[in-house]
């Protein structure tokens, strides 16, 4: 059953997931920056390793905790954070659906994704086609010198393979763990159904970077640091979280430094 | 059926459309941009060719993504964005546009053949209630700052009215520039381009007439602070059946500018 009044949102309330992230390497104003290797609460997850192939995602150590429900839909209902000295921004909470490891870092042939599955059905529609479904490089250990144009290629939400788009931001040498660079689409796409491979423009010379298939589920404002901010079930948009979603956040900063990000996610169920 | 209760709200709920936009060219402060070419998410969209007498639009690739609802209506339900620098993310309906405008004609140039607007005015008619006017820029233009006529027919169904660009031409604006044209005494919106007049030559370039609503303005308070509306702040805007969203940035500064952030409807 869907949740489709006031009454069953506030009925299906669960206990808030805390989380505190520390200061982060230093950020780009306006790039994404990944908090998922950061410590705190919850703790830093690994470096992913499941190969060039990758993995498909229904929990990941690291993640801000998830149970799916004994039965009926779950829902975004509240996101509130705040952050510390140094930046503001926007704060994301995201679905992660696949990732992968190996790519060579220094190599400006396609690195072909062999074996890489579908994502699972966590898009927009909760299918797997891939509707509102966005591609990510990720770094996971900094990069050395270069700034690659980072193509890659996918299959869309409509089943086309081979379609290719680059990074939406430009890339930076030495770009410290957590940098995220988001992939634009390509011309009449919607979303991406799986990853099929990247190519770097030149050489980054070193560091360890993840291909990241995701979704976008809030974006909460966060206009000023040290003031905390919330967004709910009837402002946030009430979005809907399939059963193994993988929470994870981005923060989009104002500046290159920043203490710490902290909050609390409440999802309803029911 | 319309939502009128926020249990019809939360129902209707519909899952965020993101967007994020490569960086602009340089800005005229104060003077609005249209994202609408520029690559990112949703991908760039291609400059229009349906001719001089252009095309009423119920989808175009590069749009934000939209679906009617199976019944009922669409309303704006969040609006969170984003910018390198500050100002006002504007988030339009884009009824109608066209191609054809010769560049370096200082003659009237009609739009033979335009029609109406669909009937996605304020009101949901196409009389034109709160739709306005624009110049959009597709391809930089050359040297030049015309002042651009632009001839309508009102919403009262008057043609023949005549109204010029609210902010100033530049010479070699980019691709995006939006020139908002403004409205003659007495009217409230047009619901159809009849003509368009350059005073000078823009020498090079490719621009189009377009016909757009507001659906909503968004203030970004500073750079990089990132903002929203909701259903209860932003009005529950009424989006009518095949709505076109594009967005336009009115900038604080000159700064090229990064936009992101997402637009979430309601429907029931």
Not at chain 1, 66 to 89: E, F, H, T, V
Not at chain 1, 196 to 207: C, H, K, M
Not at chain 1, 237 to 251: A, E, I, M, Q, S
Not at chain 2, 140 to 154: E, M, S
């Amino acid at each position: 059953m869907a949740i489709t009044t006031l009454a069953g949102a506030i009925a299906g309330m669960k206990m808030p997931c805390v989380f505190t992230k520390g200061a982060t390497a230093t950020g780009v104003a306006g790039r994404p920056q990944s908090l998922f290797y950061l410590a705190g609460n919850p703790p830093a997850a690994a470096a992913p390793s499941p190969g060039i192939g990758g993995a498909v995602l229904t929990s990941y150590p690291g993640q801000i905790p998830w149970i799916n429900p004994a039965s009926g839909n779950s829902y975004l209902a509240r996101l509130q954070a705040i952050a510390g000295d140094g930046a503001y921004g926007s704060l994301m909470l995201c679905d992660r659906l696949w990732h992968n490891s190996g790519i060579t870092i220094t190599s400006t042939s396609e690195q072909t994704f062999t074996g890489a599955a579908q994502i699972p059905a966590r898009d927009a529609n909760g299918s797997n086609a891939g509707v509102g479904v966005y591609g990510a490089i990720e770094v996971s250990g900094a990069t050395g010198a270069g700034t690659p144009t980072l193509t890659l290629k996918y299959t869309n939400s409509a089943g086309t393979a081979d379609k290719t788009a680059t990074n939406i931001i430009a890339t930076v040498a030495s770009s410290g763990i957590g940098a995220f660079y988001p992939i634009a689409l390509a011309e009449g796409d919607d979303g991406i159904q799986q990853a099929q491979s990247l190519t770097l423009s030149e050489t980054w010379t070193s560091g360890t970077i993840h291909a990241v298939l995701y979704r976008v589920l809030a974006r909460l404002e966060l206009p000023m640091w040290k003031l905390t901010y919330a967004l709910d079930a009837l402002t946030g948009g009430f979005p809907r979280l399939y059963d193994n979603t993988v929470p994870f956040l981005l923060f989009v900063p104002s500046g290159t430094s920043y203490t710490q990000i902290a909050g609390q996610m409440i999802v309803s169920q029911g | 059926m319309a939502i009128t209760t926020l249990d019809g709200l939360l129902a209707g709920f519909q899952y965020p459309r993101e967007f994020m936009k490569v960086v602009t060219p340089t800005l005229v402060a104060g003077r609005p941009h249209s994202l609408f070419y520029l690559g990112g998410i949703p991908p760039a969209a291609v400059a229009p060719t349906p001719g001089i007498g252009g095309a009423v639009l119920t989808s175009y690739a590069g749009q934000l993504p939209f679906s009617n609802p199976g019944s009922g209506n669409s309303y704006l339900a969040r609006f969170v964005g984003q910018a390198a620098i500050g100002g006002v993310l504007l988030l339009c309906d884009r009824l109608w546009h066209n191609s054809g405008i010769t560049m370096t004609s200082t003659g009237e140039q009609t739009f033979t053949g335009a029609a109406q607007i669909p009937a996605r005015d304020e009101n949901g008619s196409n009389a034109g209630v709160g739709v306005y006017g624009a110049i959009e820029v597709s391809g930089a233009t050359g040297a030049g700052t015309p002042t651009l006529t632009l001839k309508y027919t009102n919403s009262a169904g008057t043609a023949d009215k005549t109204a010029t660009n609210i902010n100033a031409t530049v010479g070699s604006s980019p691709i995006g520039a939006f020139y908002p044209i403004a409205l003659a005494a007495g009217d409230d919106g047009i619901q159809k381009a009849q003509s368009l007049t350059l005073s000078a030559t823009w020498t090079s370039g490719t621009i189009h007439a377009v016909l757009y609503r507001v659906l909503a303005r968004l203030e970004i308070p500073a750079a990089f602070a990132g903002n929203a509306i909701d259903a209860l702040t932003a009005g529950f805007t009424r989006l009518y059946d095949n709505t076109v969203p594009f967005l336009v940035f009115v900038p604080q500064l000159t700064t090229a500018s990064l936009v992101c952030g997402h637009a979430i409807w309601s429907q029931g």
